[in-house]
């Protein structure tokens, strides 16, 4: 009886000890699971932040080159209206089309954008 309560007794121990090794191991990957979370969600944020800072930037070159557009449309205009009442072109060596392309070119650079990029 006495052996039968000793065996019963270290089983229970053992049991107690395999759960109680069992429960940290999980909660060790319990941690390691929140640990991972936090830094995916600390990268998603950063992510998102450089995704709306470059939204920004995009918007503003955008920007930046339909005014610069504009300004070209209008001086283009104002060209041609100019050419249209010299009878001609405003310079004896230099057609429309260069005229027009100094113009671009001119305002592409005025704007610091870059096409090739």
Known sequence: MKQAKVKLIRQMRSENERFRSWKQEREKELIQLRIQDRRRQNEMARMERLHTKQQNVLKRKVEEAAAVNKRLKVGVDMCVRVCMQA????????PLSVITSILVTAAVAATGLNYFQ
């Open 87 to 94: 009878g001609g072109h405003s310079h004896p060596l230099l």
